[in-house]
C-alpha cells in the first residue's frame, strides 16, 4: 500500500515538472514567432510623406564622378603682370596713379627727378592694366632696383590651389575642377593647366593652378576658393542620391518603398561622388527609395522599436 502512494505521488511530480517545462518553452517561442512576421515596414502613406517633405526616387544607372577636394586663392595672372621701376636713381615729384586704378599703356603713373641730371622723367605704365601695388609716394628716393608699382592685365586670373601629400598622385594637369567661393557659391567649370614639379617646404604642398577667364571681373585676386577635382568617372549600373543613404545597426541602409510603408533595406555601397552612391549590393535598378528627409522615416522606424519594448 504505501509503494502505490510513493509510486503515484512520483508520477505525479513527474507530470507537474514536464509541465512546467512545457510552459516555459511555449514562453521562449513567442518572441521566435514575432520576428518571423517578415521584414520591418514604417507604414507612411505616400500622401503622408509627400506632406513630410518626403521626396521618392528610382534606382538605376548614375555617372559617379570621384572627386578630391581642394582649397585655394584667386591671383592675378603672373605672365601679365608688370613690376615698375625708375630708370636712374633720384626723388619722387609726383604720383598719378593709386592702386585698383585703371592704366592704359605709355599712361603716366609717376614722375623722378633724376639725382645726375636734376632733370624729371616719366615713368609709363608698360601694358593696359590695373594698378594692384603702390610703394611710392611724392619725396621718396627711389634707386633703379626698388619696385615702386605692380601693374597687372586683370583680363584672366589664376586659381592656385594647394595639393598636399596625399593627393599628389591623383592630381595632375588636365583635369576638371568644379570651383565654388568661400560662401559655397558655383564660380566654374575650368581645368588644371600646371601642377608644379617642387613643392612649397614651410606648408608641404604643391601648387595646382587653373587660369580662367576674367574679362567679367568676377574673379578677385586673394579671394579663397575650394576646388572639387575630378580623379575619376564612370557608370554605376544601380545608384542612389546620397541623401538616402541612413545607418542602421552600423551599416548603409535604404528605405524602400513598398505597398505597405518604407522597408529598411541593408545595402552595400561603392564609389561615391557629391550627389549619388553606387550601390553594389541589396537594391535592384527600377526600385523606388526614400531621399530627400529619408531620415523621418528612419526616426519614424526608431520610434516604433522603442515603444514595442
Same mark, same amino acid.
Given at each position: ?160 590651389? @594647394? +595639393?598636399?601629400?596625399?593627393? #599628389? ?7 576638371? %575642377?568644379? &570651383?565654388?567661393? $568661400?560662401? =559655397? ?53 544601380? @545608384? +542612389?542620391?546620397?541623401?538616402? #543613404? ?7 541602409? %535604404?528605405? &524602400?518603398?513598398? $505597398?505597405? =510603408? ?48
Amino acid at each position: 500500500m504505501n509503494r502505490q502512494i510513493v509510486r503515484l505521488f512520483a508520477m505525479g511530480c513527474l507530470i507537474t515538472v514536464a509541465g512546467l517545462a512545457a510552459c516555459s518553452k511555449e514562453k521562449k517561442a513567442a518572441p521566435v514567432e514575432k520576428r518571423a512576421a517578415g521584414p520591418q515596414v514604417v507604414a507612411i502613406t505616400p500622401q503622408a510623406a509627400k506632406a513630410a517633405g518626403i521626396q521618392i526616387a528610382i534606382a538605376g544607372p548614375a555617372d559617379i564622378r570621384e572627386t578630391i577636394a581642394l582649397f585655394g586663392t584667386v591671383r592675378s595672372n603672373g605672365e601679365k603682370e608688370q613690376n615698375v621701376r625708375a630708370r636712374y636713381p633720384g626723388t619722387v615729384r609726383s604720383v598719378r596713379k593709386s592702386i585698383g586704378d585703371t592704366v592704359a599703356r605709355g599712361e603716366t603713373l609717376l614722375t623722378v627727378e633724376s639725382s645726375s641730371s636734376l632733370q624729371t622723367y616719366a615713368i609709363t605704365s608698360p601694358i593696359n592694366g590695373t594698378v594692384l601695388d603702390r610703394k611710392a609716394n611724392v619725396g621718396d628716393t627711389v634707386d633703379g632696383v626698388t619696385i615702386l608699382m605692380r601693374v597687372t592685365d586683370l583680363s584672366s586670373a589664376w586659381v592656385e590651389f @594647394a +595639393v598636399f601629400a596625399r593627393d #599628389l598622385g591623383h592630381v595632375r594637369a588636365g583635369m576638371p %575642377v568644379r &570651383v565654388t567661393a $568661400a560662401d =559655397g557659391h558655383f564660380l566654374a567649370q575650368v581645368r588644371l593647366d600646371y601642377v608644379a614639379p617642387s613643392g612649397d617646404s614651410g606648408n608641404q604642398s604643391v601648387v595646382a593652378r587653373a587660369t580662367v577667364d576674367n574679362s567679367g571681373k568676377e574673379w578677385v585676386p586673394g579671394q579663397f576658393v575650394s576646388g572639387d577635382v575630378a580623379i575619376s568617372e564612370f557608370q554605376a549600373p544601380v @545608384a +542612389v542620391l546620397s541623401a538616402a #543613404l541612413q545607418t542602421m545597426d552600423g551599416k548603409p541602409a %535604404v528605405f &524602400v518603398q513598398t $505597398a505597405r =510603408g518604407f522597408e529598411p533595406r541593408l545595402v552595400g555601397v561603392g564609389r561615391r561622388s557629391q550627389t549619388a552612391v553606387e550601390i553594389t549590393d541589396g537594391l535592384h535598378a527600377g526600385e523606388r527609395y526614400a531621399t530627400t528627409n529619408s531620415y523621418l522615416v528612419k526616426a519614424d522606424l526608431l520610434k516604433g522599436e522603442a515603444e514595442e519594448e
